[in-house]
């Protein structure tokens, strides 16, 4: 069965610091792995999207990386800003088409940055 | 372009009623899910339509909820009748889906249904 596991499930870290977010899938065959913020109260929002052949890829802040052998991604936030108070949800998709069908979420990861 | 709008943001409603949740995609777009969130399960995908046509209903709790998609700019997801338990936030998504697409789904804001 698919499955797209996040840790940790929350997270409380102080302004100004770095942390990382964990992703582990089980989804075969793999076509692409994406990660979305959502702010409270709106919707999720992509922030990232990593093929196969792809093991990093930055956007401002944010940093994730692909290890597609070990089934694994992450996404690191550098220098943390309130505004980063969300939940990060994981999102495997699992077959070459593309369609919903393919798709599978994780529960994501709620982060609280405290100044 | 607005994104993706949805209606009402806010629905209240007792056991028993009716709610009908609308959903206007972004224009162009020919893919469209509707999902449920709760603290619990996290994002659930329901059902999703292509050019309007329903190609996965899987998701779909039970006949009591039920999905259409008479045009490309509109779309409803229908509960009938409610209970308690079906209490939670209702996202609407659009994407371009093609071969060449990375399907990036676009995100409406989301109808907070409260069942009473």
Redesign the interface.
Known sequence: KNQVEQSPQSLIILEGKNCTLQCNYTVSPFS?L?WYKQDT??????LT?MTFSENTKSNGRYTATLDADTKQSSLHITASQLSDSASY?CVV?GNSG????G?T????THLIIQP | DAGVIQSPRHEVTEMGQEVTLRCKPISGHNSLFWYRQTMMRGLELLIYFNNNVPIDDSGMPEDRFSAKMPNASFSTLKIQPSEPRDSAVYFCASSLFGRNSNNEQFFGPGTRLTVL
Do not use: E, Q, Y
Not at chain 1, 105 to 108: A, E, Q, V, Y
């Open positions: 692409n994406r109260g709106r919707g999720p929002v992509s999207i949800i998709t593309g369609g919903a069908d798709l979420f994780g529960k994501g």
